[in-house]
T-cell receptor, first 112, second 113 residues
Framework: AQSVTQPDIHITVSEGASLELRCNYSYGATPYLFWYVQSPGQGLQLLLKYFSGDTLVQGIKGFEAEFKRSQSSFNLRKPSVHWSDAAEYFC??????????FGAGTILRVKS | DVKVTQSSRYLVKRTGEKVFLECVQDMDHENMFWYRQDPGLGLRLIYFSYDVKMKEKGDIPEGYSVSREKKERFSLILESASTNQTSMYLCASLGQELNEKLFFGSGTQLSVL
């Protein structure tokens, strides 16, 4: 069965520091992978997605993620975090015409 | 503008009531999903549907059923609401084309008293 693990429940980084949020997945075929962000009281916003091709994916707001098949990972990165990036981040995995399963989320706090 | 509409933003029901949550999408998408979101647990898939009258159980289907009589509408039914079903419920839809993205509704916060 497909599953997603986000090992970090909370992460705190200083404004301007780099960020990496971890995501590990389990899926029997080539996965579709997503990162979503949810700000307090807001809906889910798609940051980026991977379907095929280049394993380094660029998204909105300066985020990128790298698909590593050998490690079953799809970690989200940003070189310099802004205070407005404080939110909850969700990784998701699915397949064509298949269900989409989300991780439990990582709450990002940004120190000024 | 593309849209996934959930009929209620907030809903308060009593234990044992039958509850209907409605979701409508205007994008002609084949796939529709119902999730519930709870703090610390992320989004958990309740049911999904990949075509009219087709449905598949997600990870936590117990206590829920669904209906998809028309392509644009996907309903979640709580046959007999219980307090542990108090949660935020999110509907989503996804097309069959590659490079589609998942569109979410704004959610229904259900409280069962």
């Amino acid at each position: 069965a497909q599953s997603v693990t986000q090992p970090d429940i909370h992460i705190t980084v200083s404004e301007g520091a780099s960020l990496e949020l971890r995501c590990n997945y389990s899926y029997g075929a080539t996965p579709y992978l997503f990162w979503y962000v949810q700000s307090p009281g807001q809906g889910l916003q798609l940051l980026l997605k991977y379907f095929s091709g280049d394993t380094l994916v660029q998204g909105i707001k300066g985020f990128e993620a790298e698909f590593k098949r050998s490690q079953s990972s799809f970690n989200l990165r940003k070189p310099s975090v802004h205070w407005s990036d404080a939110a909850e981040y969700f990784c998701a995995v699915g397949g064509y015409g298949n269900k989409l399963v989300f991780g439990a989320g990582t709450i990002l706090r940004v120190k000024s | 503008d593309v849209k996934v509409t959930q009929s209620s933003r907030y809903l308060v029901k009593r234990t044992g009531e039958k509850v209907f949550l409605e979701c409508v999408q205007d994008m002609d998408h084949e796939n529709m999903f119902w999730y519930r979101q709870d703090p610390g647990l992320g989004l958990r898939l309740i049911y999904f549907s990949y075509d009219v009258k087709m449905k598949e159980k997600g990870d936590i289907p117990e206590g829920y059923s669904v209906s998809r009589e028309k392509k644009e509408r996907f309903s979640l039914i709580l046959e007999s609401a219980s307090t542990n079903q108090t949660s935020m419920y999110l509907c989503a839809s996804l097309g069959q084309e590659l490079n589609e993205k998942l569109f979410f509704g704004s959610g229904t916060q259900l409280s069962v008293l």
